[in-house]
């Protein structure tokens, strides 16, 4: 990808929203929609821990337990995928930042290379809803297409729509347990950002309960409105 679809200025834009919200699977959309990279510090982190890096080893036990990454490993993990080529013509942040610490750091990053947040979108969703779209949640193994068990079935059963791929897998941490560990860790610590880009003006709400193609609609408008 070497541009996206507006072309004359970064389009960096942050996604916040508890665990299930929707994030990854909106940012895949937008992804392709306008040419802006998806960038997930879960996916990151994941890939760490499949590998046993060192971060990955020090990520493991606090993810499936549902906790958060110390700042210091995700804002890491964060610069180094930021500085790839392919995150020059602009980011959507999934998962990123989940603490005043990442925004800040997030800032001054984007800052340093003359480039900046355009906006910031909170998918609203209620809590008692979470439990569901986590535990239903599954990806293809082969390209990473999400999928649920309940909302969103490939057309042909158990073939994915978008490779044709046969083996999905589930996360560990998608369990009916970690669930409420992950939304508090969301409301103690990530539910504040929304009044940090409030306060820079940058904060756009769209309802995510409604079906996933409303909620692409919504956040289309946004990102079209942001960039015009
Ligand atoms: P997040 O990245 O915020 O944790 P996901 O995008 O992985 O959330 O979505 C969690 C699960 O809910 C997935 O299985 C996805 O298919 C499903 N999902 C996402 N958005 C909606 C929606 N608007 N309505 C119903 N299910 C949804
Ligand atoms: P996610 O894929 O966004 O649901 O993230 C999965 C897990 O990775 C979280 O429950 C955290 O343990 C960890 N994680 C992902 N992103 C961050 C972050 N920005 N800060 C701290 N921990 C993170």
């Known amino acids: 990808m070497d541009g996206n679809r507006f072309d004359d200025r970064p389009a960096d834009l942050v996604l916040l929203g508890p665990p299930g919200a929707g994030k990854g699977t909106q940012a895949r959309i ?3 929609r306008f040419g802006i990279v998806q960038l ?5 982190l994941r890939e760490a821990v499949a590998q046993g890096t060192p971060a990955g080893l020090a990520a493991k036990d606090v993810m ?4 958060l990454v110390s700042d ?9 995928r930021l500085a790839a080529p392919d995150c020059a013509a602009g980011v959507i942040f999934d ?3 989940r603490t005043a610490v990442q925004a800040e750091a997030l800032d001054a990053l984007l800052a340093d ?4 947040i355009v906006a910031a979108v909170s998918l609203e969703v209620d809590d008692a809803a979470m439990v569901a779209r986590i535990t239903g949640r599954s990806t293809c193994a082969g390209c990473g297409e999400g999928y649920h068990d309940d909302f969103k079935r490939p ?7 978008r490779c044709g791929g046969t083996a999905f897998k589930r996360r560990a941490d998608d369990t009916a347990e970690t669930v409420s560990a992950r939304l508090a860790a969301y409301h103690a610590q990530t539910a504040p950002l929304i009044d940090h880009y409030a306060g820079q003006g940058l904060l756009r709400r769209v309802d995510a309960m409604a079906p996933i193609d409303e909620v692409t609609a919504g ?3 946004v990102v079209e409105t942001a960039l015009a």
Request: with cysteine.
């Open 30 to 32: 937008l992804q392709e």
């Open 40 to 44: 997930s510090t879960g996916d990151l």
């Open 64 to 67: 499936a337990a549902g906790g």
């Open 72 to 80: 210091e490993i995700v804002i890491a993990i964060l610069r180094d």
């Open 95 to 97: 998962g990123f930042p």
């Open 113 to 116: 290379a003359g480039r900046g």
């Open 155 to 161: 057309a042909v059963a158990g073939v994915c729509d």
């Open 219 to 221: 956040m289309a408008a």
